[in-house]
């Protein structure tokens, strides 16, 4: 039963005392805006923050500026992020610290959690770079906000919102859910608290309304940063809250908001594959905790698994109608192309999920060998490995539903397969070459 919006609005506010932001960064709000404020200004400000001062000069440092000479203080740092860039670093790293310590249940699921806000973050930002957003940094910290009413909420109503988490999500995912069991969402609850933060209008109505963006009919009157973190929130990969990858609805979505931003499918692929690529890089230069390589591997051979799951369940719906015509010999042949389907897609995802955790051992040999920096490019090869793997069950499943006949060969001893090797080979050498043929974009996070 939902609680009344007065005990709703009791318990947000009482809450608010847990999500208070530091004394630095409100002062560097207050200096980054100010017209007449100096890069001495704001360097005297951040050197009273001793870790905001390294993380500063590390981005400064980093591959992403591509910098030839090492920039050795806060000033010369200033000078080359800009304004704009240190209030995003500064108010990135507080979040980060403020929110992770009021995880509560959520707490084992954190590092997956900031996964998803940094990965949003991130296509955020190269989405606006791409359609002309002239602050890019703001895209950068919408994404980065987006879902941090997850926390808010989890950490306000632990009981109510433990028992909804654990429940089967309605039609419309967890949003949903927290509308019927508490009659309010965690994205209008993350702008209730942003809202008293005093952040800009256009950032607060972007984290409200980015899980509605994607469902309305008049997205001309939207706002262009709540379409780009609305898209950006679908383009992650490491959503926190269940969802199925089946979900046609969300699909459309992402291609009408993708279609308002006059973004193509190249663009989407180009992207994705720059995010999968660069995101632990720019985690480890924001200090962001995501989780290992070996962490990122087996949550990926996890959900190949659920693929294979929901694919198997649609299996298995079919050929029960079939077996109530069981007679008819329509139903048998219909039966028999089924299973071969189904072997079908069990052969190649177990192909891919056996490569992807050959992949996962080299990269624990290397970890124990004491290989962090990845010199021997181990890590890197392991998530090309990934990407690879998942453009091969893209393919596969592309050229089944494109192609009507297929010809069938023997697999094992009492299992055939469908014959799509040749297709399935054409497609993918069609993907890596749109994904190699398009121009890399670049990220000033």
Same mark, same amino acid.
């Given at each position: 039963?939902?609680?009344?919006?007065?005990?709703?609005?009791?318990?947000?506010?009482?809450?608010?005392?847990?999500?208070?932001?530091?004394?630095?960064?409100?002062?560097?709000?207050?200096?980054?805006?100010?017209?007449?404020?100096?890069?001495?200004?704001?360097?005297?400000?951040?050197?009273?923050?001793?870790?905001?001062?390294?993380?500063?000069?590390?981005?400064?440092?980093?591959?992403?500026?591509?910098?030839?000479?090492?920039?050795?203080?806060?000033?010369?740092?200033?000078?080359?992020?800009?304004?704009?860039?240190?209030?995003?670093?500064?108010?990135?790293?507080?979040?980060?610290?403020?929110?992770?310590?009021?995880? @509560?249940?959520?707490?084992?699921?954190?590092?997956?959690?900031?996964?998803?806000?940094?990965?949003?973050?991130?296509?955020?930002?190269?989405?606006?770079?791409?359609?002309?957003?002239?602050?890019?940094?703001?895209?950068?910290?919408?994404?980065?906000?987006?879902?941090?009413?997850?926390?808010?909420?989890?950490?306000?109503?632990?009981?109510?919102?433990?028992?909804?988490?654990?429940?089967?999500?309605?039609?419309?995912?967890?949003?949903?859910?927290?509308?019927?069991?508490?009659?309010?969402?965690?994205?209008?609850?993350?702008?209730?608290?942003?809202?008293?933060?005093?952040?800009?209008?256009?950032?607060?109505?972007?984290?409200?309304?980015?899980?509605?963006?994607?469902?309305?009919?008049?997205?001309?009157?939207?706002?262009?940063?709540?379409?780009?973190?609305?898209?950006?929130?679908?383009? @992650?990969?490491?959503?926190?809250?269940?969802?199925?990858?089946?979900?046609?609805?969300?699909?459309?979505?992402?291609?009408?908001?993708?279609?308002?931003?006059?973004?193509?499918? @190249?663009?989407?692929?180009?992207?994705?594959?720059?995010?999968?690529?660069?995101?632990?890089?720019?985690?480890?230069?924001?200090?962001?905790?995501?989780?290992?390589?070996?962490?990122?591997?087996?949550?990926?051979?996890?959900?190949?698994?659920?693929?294979?799951?929901?694919?198997?369940?649609?299996?298995?719906? =079919?050929?029960?109608?079939?077996?109530?015509?069981?007679?008819?010999?329509?139903?048998?042949?219909?039966?028999?192309?089924?299973?071969?389907?189904?072997?079908?897609?069990?052969?190649?995802?177990?192909?891919?999920?056996?490569?992807?955790?050959?992949?996962?051992?080299?990269?624990?040999?290397?970890?124990?060998?004491?290989?962090?920096?990845?010199?021997?490019?181990?890590?890197?090869?392991?998530?090309?490995?990934?990407?690879?793997?998942?453009?091969?069950?893209?393919?596969?499943?592309?050229?089944?539903?494109?192609?009507?006949?297929?010809?069938?060969?023997?697999?094992?001893?009492?299992?055939?397969?469908?014959?799509?090797?040749?297709?399935?080979? =054409?497609?993918?050498?069609?993907?890596?070459?749109?994904?190699?043929?398009? =121009?890399?974009?670049?990220?000033?996070?």
């Amino acid at each position: 039963m939902a609680l009344s919006p007065e005990a709703i609005q009791s318990r947000l506010r009482s809450g608010w005392k847990l999500y208070t932001l530091p004394q630095t960064l409100l002062e560097i709000i207050k200096i980054a805006g100010a017209e007449d404020s100096s890069t001495g200004d704001l360097t005297r400000i951040i050197l009273r923050d001793p870790p905001l001062t390294v993380k500063l000069l590390k981005l400064a440092n980093s591959a992403i500026y591509g910098r030839p000479q090492r920039v050795a203080t806060v000033n010369q740092a200033v000078v080359l992020l800009g304004f704009r860039a240190v209030k995003s670093l500064a108010l990135s790293t507080s979040v980060y610290d403020l929110f992770s310590a009021q995880a @509560g249940f959520l707490e084992k699921q954190l590092k997956r959690f900031w996964r998803h806000c940094l990965e949003t973050a991130v296509y955020a930002q190269l989405f606006a770079a791409r359609t002309g957003y002239p602050v890019q940094e703001e895209a950068f910290i919408g994404g980065l906000l987006h879902d941090l009413g997850l926390i808010v909420l989890a950490s306000v109503f632990p009981e109510q919102y433990r028992d909804l988490w654990n429940k089967p999500l309605p039609e419309g995912g967890i949003a949903a859910a927290e509308d019927q069991e508490l009659g309010i969402n965690h994205a209008e609850a993350a702008a209730c608290l942003f809202a008293d933060w005093g952040l800009p209008e256009i950032l607060v109505d972007a984290v409200r309304y980015h899980h509605l963006a994607g469902k309305s009919d008049e997205l001309h009157e939207m706002d262009k940063l709540t379409l780009l973190v609305a898209l950006s929130d679908m383009m @992650g990969r490491h959503q926190l809250e269940p969802s199925s990858a089946a979900e046609g609805g969300t699909v459309d979505e992402k291609y009408r908001l993708a279609q308002s931003l006059q973004l193509n499918a @190249g663009d989407l692929r180009d992207v994705d594959s720059w995010v999968t690529a660069n995101l632990s890089t720019i985690a480890a230069y924001l200090d962001i905790d995501i989780g290992s390589p070996i962490e990122v591997l087996c949550e990926a051979n996890d959900r190949l698994f659920e693929l294979f799951l929901e694919v198997e369940g649609l299996h298995l719906n =079919r050929c029960d109608s079939v077996r109530r015509d069981v007679a008819n010999e329509k139903g048998k042949i219909a039966a028999e192309v089924l299973r071969v389907v189904s072997a079908t897609f069990s052969h190649y995802i177990n192909n891919a999920t056996t490569t992807i955790m050959g992949h996962a051992q080299l990269i624990e040999m290397a970890l124990q060998k004491g290989q962090i920096t990845d010199t021997d490019g181990r890590i890197s090869a392991a998530m090309k490995t990934i990407q690879n793997s998942v453009i091969n069950i893209t393919a596969i499943l592309d050229e089944l539903k494109a192609t009507p006949t297929y010809n069938v060969v023997s697999y094992h001893e009492r299992c055939k397969i469908l014959d799509v090797e040749s297709q399935v080979r =054409r497609r993918i050498t069609q993907l890596l070459d749109n994904i190699h043929a398009d =121009r890399s974009p670049t990220t000033t996070s």
